[in-house]
């Protein structure tokens, strides 16, 4: 027997009533079903189905037919024609668009992807294109109902064209190649064919079936809302969301479903929960998760419609030890994996910057062959040395800094050798490119780190596949162009984390046909997730593409809105969340959901919104709008260890400690520093470091000043200064302003020069490293440390000066408080023999002045020594270290954070 049946059946009595009517038509081949497929929407639904047929057939054993997709059933044909892979196809048409200088550069893989997708619906929907030109274009001027123009006619061209080209190369493309399938299957017709819950199928589907039904029986069990009880819930939601032209309005719907079911069918099965943030939704989620696992639920879906929130949740889940099992996956591109190997890109973009090399180089995946320790110690020096000279990029650079660091040396060599694989200046095919990029990550040592990783299996077989499709292709592309490619495959390409089997199933609403679940949870349900946006095409607007017979937006609706009702109505408990409110404004339900929460309300009177039982933390994150009091703390006070106290300390490091003893516990005791900074453009600090290498090398050269020419004198300083500066304006144009700054103050400086030396002052030393023990009770000891910038001689007496590049009012204001500023005499003390003077050189300004602390030198560097002794030896016995909180220490300390001192309870 033969024919297409098909047979309508209320969302909730779907797969028993198919398994009923399957029993009945072959009840002859009983206990022997083996002979018949079954077409399901996914496998997962083949356990329910068969468990249906057992209970239908009422036999003790029973052979079950053949489970199957239509797509997987069409898999196991081959019509031993060759098909082009999807990437060659895509750099086909690149090569077209590029050829045609139509598009922006950058656009071209977008379009060209654009186009496919286009291509095949065209083919999967039997969209028959006319042969001309010219007749496409009427038939695109009837459907936009316009008079051709620019626009239209450059859409008609390119899809006409480029359609037409691809159709004749005379290779199979996915789409055409799926058709032919179908066609031999139905032609080969090798038993009775059942499908259960497909719907929407394709116009080429649809053929199939026909073709298929000339031989065989064909029999399609489709879910449809409105052959259900009038007082059962498929009705109910079939009554709810029944378009305006469809049906009578709300209120008179919601009239007729009270009277022929006084009960409402949604009882207790459905409640909506707006929350008050992404982590208060999330939070609720993982704790209804939690409370379902505990009631002994085995089988519970969470269909994400908001990535951001799912991920949260699935954070929480996970600290709780609640494994997800996630069908849904995450974009290959956002995965460590992918990352690495992306990020290895970035450095020869940038010219290796320093960001994206130490991202690179802290990666677990790199140097695998390296010893874990001798890794990590290796980039830690590099990185210490490129924020401690704020070299922005280049490897020589970094290069010119490693001196005789073997395995920095050796870890920079392997860095270059990698980068000479992927000549970015060279024009080259796809799959030779994805070969340089191989090799390159062989010489880095990525490749054995991804082949341990899940998803960086799934990198390697995704490039391999690539690189083995696009082999026969000659085409030549730049380095952006591959870049931009490789780019999209990452993107497009989807990870799943098949490791894991777990009762808490992380999925789509399309992958819930037809599947037990004991609850549910729609998560992220607001108008924007649900339904959603769905993919616009470059190509024709909606009622253009409904003209031409193309999919619109009106069919992806109606599919999506069927797999909500066979959802709704097949799971016992659901839970539906969004974010009432988003960044401060309300974020309004899914109309869907709205329009059933009205209905409801209409016809029982009973909203479908509830407050969730929930811990008390997360209901006063609700009462707080989604802000949780932050708790109030107290000035710390911390002690150190006898063992802990420095044994070492510098002139800065005193200052620390005077002006705060916290600041100097957090620095100094416990090294909480901050990493140096890798000055992207020169800053003050830059500029003065700047101010004193140009001085000490000049002062080096011209120890007497007087005894040169003027002008030979400044002109040599300018050439000093120059070749300084020449490194930060190589990097930073803008750094040029610093130097014409310093350039103005250089005649001011020579003439300060000038008058010291007739003062008899004549200059010995600088940047001199100097040390001094400082004894303490109990046979401890201290080393006071510090490096001078200058040391001058005037016969026996000696002197030393700090240069600085602030303003002579702010010095003398530092000065002012006596022995609070304890630079001065810090520098004093660490000269052998007690300098006669010592002065800050204020030699940023026209007129460079030198400034001496008010008190005698002898005495001030006589109490500061004093002090210090005192001061370690109390920490030694356990002194507290409190927290000032002076505005003035506390404006630019990094460590405000650590002491709280914003939230204080004074």
Same mark, same amino acid.
């Given at each position: 027997m033969s %024919?297409? %049946?098909?047979? @309508?059946?209320?969302p909730d009595r779907l797969i028993a009533t198919a398994a009923r009517e399957i029993v009945a038509l072959e009840r002859s081949r009983l206990p022997n079903l083996s002979g018949l497929t079954v077409l399901l929407p996914n496998l997962h639904a083949a356990g329910s189905f068969g468990r249906a047929l057992r209970e239908a057939a009422g036999v003790p054993t029973l052979l079950l037919p053949r489970f199957a997709t239509l797509r997987d059933l069409a898999g196991q044909t081959e019509p031993g024609v060759a098909r082009m892979p999807l990437s060659r196809r895509q750099a086909m048409i690149y090569q077209a668009l590029r050829a045609t200088e139509w598009f922006r550069q950058g656009d071209l893989w977008h379009v060209s992807a654009e186009l496919l997708r286009l291509f095949d619906e065209i083919t999967l929907w039997q969209v028959q294109l006319p042969a001309s030109g010219e007749d496409f274009l009427q038939q695109l001027e009837a459907a936009y109902q316009a008079r051709r123009g620019g626009p239209m006619q450059f859409e008609a061209r390119l899809v006409h064209e480029l359609w037409h080209a691809m159709? %004749?190369?005379g290779e199979l493309d996915d789409a055409a190649h799926y058709q032919l399938q179908l066609s031999l299957l139905a032609a080969e017709a090798p038993g009775p064919l059942y499908l259960a819950g497909l719907q929407a199928l394709m116009p080429v589907e649809q053929a199939f079936l026909e073709r298929y039904a000339q031989a065989h029986a064909v029999h399609c069990f489709n879910s449809d809302g409105s052959q259900g009880d009038p007082a059962g819930l498929p009705y109910l939601l079939e009554a709810a969301w029944a378009g305006p032209e469809q049906a009578a309005p709300l209120h008179e719907r919601a009239a007729a479903c009270r009277s022929n079911a006084p009960a409402s069918a949604l009882g207790q099965r459905i409640s909506l929960f707006g929350a008050h943030g992404l982590e208060h939704e999330a939070e609720a989620l993982a704790f209804r998760i939690g409370q379902w696992l505990a009631e002994g639920k085995t089988a519970i879906a969470v269909v994400v419609q908001d990535r951001l929130v799912a991920r949260r949740a699935r954070a929480l889940l996970e600290r709780a030890e609640v494994l997800v099992q996630d069908e849904t996956g995450w974009t290959l591109s956002t995965?460590?994996?992918?990352t690495v190997l992306m990020r290895w890109l970035d450095n020869l973009d940038s010219q290796f910057h320093f960001q994206d090399l130490l991202d690179l180089l802290k990666s677990p995946f790199i140097f695998s062959a390296w010893d874990g320790a001798r890794r990590r110690n290796t980039v830690y020096r590099l990185e210490q040395l490129i924020r401690r000279h704020s070299v922005v990029s280049h490897l020589h650079r970094y290069r010119a800094l490693a001196g005789e660091d073997e395995d920095v040396l050796e870890l920079l060599q392997i860095l270059y050798e990698a980068q000479q694989k992927l000549d970015r200046k060279k024009q080259r095919p796809l799959a030779s490119w994805l070969q340089s990029l191989q090799e390159s990550l062989e010489l880095l040592g990525i490749l054995p780190g991804l082949q341990r990783d899940q998803a960086g299996e799934q990198v390697l077989r995704l490039l391999d596949g690539l690189r083995h499709e696009l082999s026969p292709d000659a085409t030549l592309f730049r380095y952006a162009e591959w870049r931009q490619w490789l780019n999209q495959q990452l993107e497009e390409a989807v990870f799943r984390d098949e490791s894991i089997t777990s009762p808490v199933v992380f999925t789509h609403l399309a992958a819930c046909r037809l599947r037990d679940f004991d609850a549910a949870i729609i998560a992220g349900a607001d108008a924007a997730h649900l339904p959603g946006q769905g993919r616009e095409s470059v190509f024709f607007n909606q009622p253009v593409r409904a003209q031409l017979g193309l999919p619109g937006r009106r069919t992806a609706l109606e599919s999506e809105r069927q797999d909500l009702t066979g959802l709704l109505t097949a799971v016992p408990e659901v839970r539906v969340t969004w974010q009432a409110r988003k960044n401060g404004e309300p974020n309004p339900l899914s109309p869907w959901f709205e329009r059933l929460e009205t209905f409801h309300v209409l016809a029982y009177g009973r909203s479908l919104k509830g407050a969730e039982t929930i811990p008390s933390r997360i209901r006063a994150a +609700? #009462?707080?709008? %989604?802000?949780?009091?932050l708790a109030m703390t107290t000035r710390p006070a911390p002690s150190l260890p006898s063992a802990l106290v420095p044994g070492t300390i510098s002139a800065s490091g005193y200052n620390s400690l005077m002006a705060c003893p916290y600041q100097f516990f957090a620095r100094h005791a416990l090294h909480l520093n901050e990493l140096d900074e890798v000055a992207l453009a020169l800053e003050k600090r830059d500029y003065g470091e700047y101010v004193h290498e140009i001085l000490h090398r000049f002062h080096g050269r011209y120890p007497v000043v007087m005894e040169c020419a003027p002008d030979e004198i400044e002109q040599a300083l300018h050439e000093i200064s120059r070749e300084v500066f020449n490194r930060a304006i190589e990097a930073d144009f803008v750094s040029h302003a610093w130097l014409l700054r310093w350039q103005a103050a250089i005649p001011g400086?020579?003439?300060w020069q000038q008058q010291r030396e007739r003062e008899g002052w004549r200059w010995q030393a600088g940047e001199l490293a100097c040390t001094r023990p400082v004894a303490l009770a109990g046979e401890r000891q201290l080393t006071l440390r510090g490096r001078l910038d200058r040391v001058d001689r005037r016969g026996q007496e000696q002197a030393v000066l700090d240069y600085k590049t602030q303003n002579f009012d702010s010095l003398k204001k530092k000065l002012k408080p006596a022995g609070e500023d304890v630079q001065?005499?810090?520098?004093?003390?660490?000269? #052998?023999? @007690?300098p006669r003077?010592?002065?800050f050189v204020a030699v940023d300004e026209e007129v460079v002045r030198q400034l001496e602390p008010p008190e005698p030198l002898a005495e001030l560097a006589g109490a500061s020594l004093e002090r210090l002794q005192s001061l370690f030896q109390s920490?030694? +016995?356990?002194? @507290?270290? @409190?927290?000032q909180g002076v505005a003035a220490a506390c404006q630019y300390c990094e460590m405000r954070g650590l002491c709280r001192k914003d939230y204080w309870n004074e």
């Open positions: %024919g297409l %049946g098909v047979h @309508p059946i209320a159709s %004749g190369s995965t460590s994996a992918s +609700e #009462e707080q709008d %989604g802000f949780a009091a400086y020579l003439a001065l005499a810090c520098y004093a003390l660490l000269l #052998e023999t @007690p003077q010592a002065a920490l030694h +016995e356990g002194a @507290p270290l @409190p927290a």
